[in-house]
């Protein structure tokens, strides 16, 4: 019976002791967190306050869209083959 007293105690304990690390962990995650929210919120304060005194910087002009060159009809490449000698 000594053998199941001390088992049971030291399975309690060990329950105990999981449960308070347990504990810690969340602890440590919030606070993990916490930190995390507040360096993003400073950080995005410092963002808006640097893009508020910046000039907005102009657009970037629009490039026209070149036509694709035109190289001629379909009967005239195909003459253009027949001169060449080129057998279809």
Same mark, same amino acid.
């Given at each position: 019976?000594?053998?199941?007293?001390?088992?049971?105690?030291? =399975?309690?304990?060990?329950? &105990?002791?999981?449960?308070?690390? #347990?504990?810690? *962990? !969340?602890?440590?995650?919030?606070? /993990? $967190?916490?930190?995390?929210? =507040?360096?993003?919120?400073? &950080?995005?304060?410092?963002?808006? #306050?640097?893009? *508020? !005194?910046?000039?907005?910087?102009? /657009? $970037?002009?629009?490039?026209? =869209?070149?036509?694709?060159?035109?190289?001629?009809?379909?009967?005239?490449?195909?003459?253009?083959?027949?001169?060449?000698?080129?057998?279809?």
């Amino acid at each position: 019976m000594e053998k199941s007293g001390k088992h049971e105690a030291s =399975a309690q304990f060990a329950k &105990l002791q999981r449960a308070n690390d #347990a504990k810690k *962990a !969340a602890s440590e995650y919030e606070t /993990a $967190a916490n930190a995390l929210r =507040a360096k993003t919120e400073r &950080l995005k304060a410092l963002r808006l #306050a640097r893009d *508020a !005194a910046a000039p907005p910087t102009p /657009a $970037a002009p629009k490039r026209k =869209a070149r036509k694709k060159a035109s190289s001629g009809t379909l009967s005239d490449w195909l003459d253009g083959r027949d001169k060449e000698g080129r057998q279809s």
